[in-house]
Structures are given as structure tokens and as C-alpha cells.
């Protein structure tokens, strides 16, 4: 699945392949689209900017007036590819919500869950948008992240924020911009780095398998109104001692 440190990868390929370049076609299969951004010409403008953020992806185009961003959110199944003009896509035409031709690339966003087009002056009225602070990998954190540094920091996966120093705090975030750092350039995801990379995680999915650190074997958990799991080191990550079990 799409991770913070995919999409900053794709946005690198995008804004190398699209930034500076005039717009010859835009296709988007149902996006949202606002009202002002709607009332605006892409074809003919250029590719202004490539921007990730967590798995956020926005692209901004110069427009006949104001420029136009195009949002697009991953999710667990949305990816974006690059072309040469003519090259064979690896997906079915059919799967493809957005397509962004210039003259010498073409510029493919396969089964993105969001697509949405609107005019930057409304960025700051978006739902989701301006809430979302700096990106962890600039200068977000998935599921297996969150896993994988919770277990370097030695925190039980169910401790409340609240319940946390501010030095854990920033360990936990300088943890994760280091990973993601590590990451970013592409390659098979690592969160241990050892010679044998079939070892490349140290809780992820490893159920029942010992922990590298301690033997204990791994444990796996879910968070009350989510689907996705937490695996953790019940030895490595002990539990406060005001909380209960571990949600099963």
C-alpha cells in the first residue's frame, strides 16, 4: 500500500517530469470540481508546482486566471505512473481517474479513492487541507511507520498523546522523518537495516515470530473503531499500568 515516503517519490518523478512544461491535454473521471476552478482553461497553462503530504498529492497548474490545484489522496489503492507519449501503460485505461499530457510525458494517476480540482485561493477552505501541518518527511506516518517506530521507541501502541513527555514526542517524530528519509529514494521499505533483508522490519506483520531484540513473541492488537492492526513487543513496549489488556 501508498506510504508518506511513495508518494514524496512520486511527486520527485512528477515535478522532474511535469514542472515548467504546457499542459496539452488534462482528463479526470469524476473528480470534484469547484465552481471557480471550473471556469478556469488548464490546456495551455503549465505545471507549476508537484507537492506531496502524507499521501496527499497536489499538483498546480497555471490557468487563464487563477492557477488551479489538483488534489488527488491515495488511500490504499491510488498510484501514479509517468509515460513517454505512446509508451504502454502497466494499467488498463479503464483504472485511470487522471491523465496530465505534455509534450514529452504523460502524467497517469490510476484508482485514486480522491480527485479534486479546485482554485488555489480555496486551499484554506479545504476540509482536510490546511489541517494538515508540516509533512513528517519534509524537511504522513502509515500504519506500518507507526508500527515499526512505536517499537524503536519502546511505546505501547494504545498510550494516549496526552499521556506522553514532549521529549518522547519528539523522539517518536525524529524517529519517523529519519525512517521516511532513509526510504524515500526508493527500494524495497526498510526499518532494519541489517545484511539479511529478508529481515528488513522488526514488528510489522511478524506475529508469534520473536522479537530481534528481546525473543518475546511478537503480539498484534486492534484499536477500537479502526481496521488497521498494531504488532508490537509486549516485552520491548510494556503497557502502562493503569490500562487494561490489549484490545484483542
Given at each position: 500500500?501508498?506510504?508518506?515516503?511513495?508518494?514524496?517519490?512520486?511527486?520527485?518523478?512528477?515535478?522532474?517530469?511535469?514542472?515548467?512544461?504546457?499542459?496539452?491535454?488534462?482528463?479526470?473521471?469524476?473528480?470534484?470540481?469547484?465552481?471557480?476552478?471550473?471556469?478556469?482553461?488548464?490546456?495551455?497553462?503549465?505545471?507549476?508546482?508537484?507537492?506531496?503530504?502524507?499521501?496527499?498529492?497536489?499538483?498546480?497548474?497555471?490557468?487563464?486566471?487563477?492557477?488551479?490545484?489538483?488534489?488527488?489522496h491515495m488511500k490504499m489503492t491510488g498510484m501514479w505512473h509517468v509515460y513517454r507519449p505512446g509508451e504502454r501503460w502497466w494499467h488498463?485505461?479503464?483504472?485511470?481517474?487522471?491523465?496530465?499530457?505534455?509534450?514529452?510525458?504523460?502524467?497517469?494517476?490510476?484508482?485514486?479513492?480522491?480527485?479534486?480540482?479546485?482554485?488555489?485561493?480555496?486551499?484554506?477552505?479545504?476540509?482536510?487541507?490546511?489541517?494538515?501541518?508540516?509533512?513528517?518527511?519534509?524537511?504522513?506516518?502509515?500504519?506500518?511507520?507507526?508500527?515499526?517506530?512505536?517499537?524503536?521507541?519502546?511505546?505501547?501502541?494504545?498510550?494516549?498523546?496526552?499521556?506522553?513527555?514532549?521529549?518522547?514526542?519528539?523522539?517518536?517524530?525524529?524517529?519517523?522523518?529519519?525512517?521516511?528519509?532513509?526510504?524515500?529514494?526508493?527500494?524495497?521499505?526498510?526499518?532494519?537495516?541489517?545484511?539479511?533483508?529478508?529481515?528488513?522490519?522488526?514488528?510489522?506483520?511478524?506475529?508469534?515470530?520473536?522479537?530481534?531484540?528481546?525473543?518475546?513473541?511478537?503480539?498484534?492488537?486492534?484499536?477500537?473503531?479502526?481496521?488497521?492492526?498494531?504488532?508490537?513487543?509486549?516485552?520491548?513496549?510494556?503497557?502502562p499500568r493503569t490500562e487494561a489488556a490489549t484490545p484483542a
Amino acid at each position: 500500500m501508498p506510504e508518506g515516503d511513495t508518494i514524496f517519490r512520486a511527486a520527485t518523478v512528477l515535478r522532474r517530469a511535469l514542472a515548467g512544461r504546457t499542459v496539452t491535454e488534462l482528463t479526470l473521471i469524476a473528480p470534484k470540481t469547484s465552481l471557480a476552478a471550473s471556469r478556469r482553461t488548464v490546456v495551455g497553462g503549465t505545471v507549476k508546482a508537484v507537492e506531496s503530504n502524507g499521501k496527499h498529492l497536489l499538483i498546480t497548474f497555471t490557468t487563464d486566471g487563477e492557477d488551479v490545484v489538483l488534489h488527488t489522496h491515495m488511500k490504499m489503492t491510488g498510484m501514479w505512473h509517468v509515460y513517454r507519449p505512446g509508451e504502454r501503460w502497466w494499467h488498463a485505461p479503464s483504472k485511470a481517474r487522471v491523465v496530465v499530457r505534455t509534450d514529452a510525458y504523460v502524467a497517469v494517476c490510476f484508482t485514486p479513492p480522491i480527485v479534486e480540482l479546485f482554485a488555489a485561493g480555496e486551499a484554506a477552505l479545504h476540509p482536510l487541507l490546511p489541517a494538515l501541518g508540516p509533512d513528517v518527511i519534509a524537511d504522513g506516518i502509515g500504519n506500518e511507520y507507526k508500527n515499526e517506530v512505536l517499537f524503536l521507541t519502546s511505546v505501547w501502541p494504545w498510550t494516549k498523546v496526552r499521556d506522553l513527555d514532549d521529549r518522547t514526542l519528539e523522539t517518536i517524530l525524529v524517529t519517523a522523518r529519519d525512517l521516511m528519509r532513509r526510504n524515500r529514494d526508493g527500494g524495497a521499505r526498510r526499518t532494519r537495516f541489517v545484511l539479511d533483508r529478508s529481515q528488513r522490519v522488526w514488528v510489522q506483520e511478524r506475529t508469534d515470530r520473536p522479537c530481534y531484540r528481546c525473543g518475546t513473541p511478537i503480539e498484534r492488537g486492534y484499536h477500537p473503531g479502526e481496521f488497521r492492526k498494531s504488532w508490537y513487543c509486549p516485552s520491548c513496549q510494556k503497557a502502562p499500568r493503569t490500562e487494561a489488556a490489549t484490545p484483542a
